[in-house]
């Protein structure tokens, strides 16, 4: 069975940090891309940032470049989602996702909220 499963979720004060897990069963998961989406209440789902099966390449959306760092780990199957100089704006349910490249991603997480307030 093919899963994705988040972690690391909670409530942090603006300027805290926090770090996303991604766990991965049921598929090659390094043989795999992986992207990590946020969304919002009343927003639509929004891209966060990717790494390549390697590691080699990742990508970030400019609101969490500098902030946020992508990781994995393939050895253990996992993902990461380091975050640090958190903002109120950062509030959402944090998604991880899976496939052979970046812009196919089959396999997706249930999600895991990360609500920064003071």
């Known amino acids: 069975q093919v899963q994705l499963v988040e972690s690391g979720g909670g409530l942090v004060q603006p300027g805290g940090s926090l770090r996303l897990s991604c766990a991965a069963s049921g598929f090659t998961f390094r043989g795999c891309a992986m992207s990590w989406f946020r969304q919002a209440p009343g927003s639509e789902r929004e891209f966060v940032a990717s790494?390549?099966?390697?590691?080699?390449?990742?990508s970030y959306a400019d609101s969490v470049k500098g902030r946020f760092t992508i990781s994995r780990d393939n050895v253990k199957n996992t993902g990461y989602l380091q975050m640090t100089n958190l903002k109120t704006e950062d509030t959402a349910v944090y998604y991880c996702a899976a496939g052979p490249i970046v812009t196919q991603l089959n396999y997706w997480g249930q999600g895991t909220q990360v609500t920064v307030s003071s």
């Open positions: 790494i390549s099966w390697s590691g080699l390449s990742r």
